[in-house]
């Protein structure tokens, strides 16, 4: 059975720091992409960061380059987002997302299978 269970959410000052993770089971992560996304109450879903499964490859929103680092640990089947610096607009739930083969690394509807997510909450 397919399963994604992120945690390490919680609620932090602004200027504060959260590592999320994502542990996967079920089918064998390091054949696939991986990313975060978050999505805010009235909000769409939208991309925050991804890794490939391939060379760790990354990519993230403009509008957390530099302060959130993503990455994976194979052996551990587990995706990590280190969040710094955070602002009270990064308030929202965070999702992790897996695929096989993204065309489109930062469209949601590219990734088949979706944890449950962890709420991040900032404070100004």
């Known amino acids: 059975q397919v399963q994604l269970v992120e945690s390490g959410g919680g609620s932090v000052q602004a200027g504060g720091s959260l590592r999320l993770s994502c542990a996967a089971s079920g089918f064998t992560f390091s054949r696939y992409s991986a990313a975060w996304f978050r999505q805010a109450p009235g909000k769409e879903r939208e991309f925050v960061s991804a890794?490939?499964?391939?060379?760790?490859?990354?990519y993230y929103a403009d509008s957390v380059e530099g302060r959130f680092t993503t990455s994976r640990d194979n052996a551990k089947n587990t995706l990590y987002l280190q969040m710094n610096d955070l602002r009270p607009e990064r308030t929202a739930a965070y999702y992790c997302g897996t695929a096989p083969a993204p065309t489109k690394i930062t469209a949601k509807e590219d990734y088949e299978n979706w944890g449950q997510g962890t709420q991040v909450t900032v404070a100004s």
């Open positions: 890794i490939r499964r391939s060379f760790d490859i990354t």
